[in-house]
């Protein structure tokens, strides 16, 4: 296995329209159903796979920029 990435993310419980009874909650990171953090594409420390490298990246991200 190879890790693409982290993202921080909310765990979303599924929505009303989802139309999936045996699903409970949304493990997603993706921005469709669990917002993203914070407008952070543009700072461009992402891999390519558009997620970070390690969580400490999105902590040092955050406290440059957005503290």
Avoid: Q, T
């Amino acid at each position: 296995m190879i890790p693409v990435g982290y993202m921080y993310k909310k765990v979303i419980e599924k929505p009303d329209w989802l139309k999936a009874e045996h699903v409970i909650d949304i493990y997603s990171v993706s921005g469709c159903i669990s917002i993203n953090f914070h407008e952070w594409i543009k700072y461009w420390r992402h891999n390519g796979y558009w997620l970070f490298n390690h969580p400490s990246d999105i902590h040092k991200l955050v406290k440059e920029n957005f503290l």
